[in-house]
């Protein structure tokens, strides 16, 4: 649960669960949020279990592992 302490990970589990394969370039532009900001908070993420990446070539795609999924809809039933 310690890594849904932050709103902005929480934001961006719900940006990932909404487009799957989703980099880190797309979930900053989404979010209207700094790089780096979102690059520690997914790593975070992944490090808790709840985001798999996936290399493709020069991109990183990221998407909810199974945890994850039922992460975001814990959250969205409140």
Not at 1 to 13: F, P, S, T, Y
Not at 22 to 34: F, G, K, M, P
């Amino acid at each position: 649960m310690k890594g849904l302490a932050n709103h902005r990970r929480i934001d961006i589990l719900r940006a990932v669960s909404k487009s799957e394969g989703i980099t880190l370039e797309q979930i900053a532009e989404q979010l209207d949020c700094n790089f780096k900001t979102i690059s520690e908070h997914t790593r975070r993420l992944v490090q808790a279990g709840l985001v798999q990446k996936k290399y493709r070539g020069r991109n990183v795609e990221h998407s909810l592992s199974p945890y994850g999924a039922r992460m975001v809809k814990f959250i969205d039933a409140f």
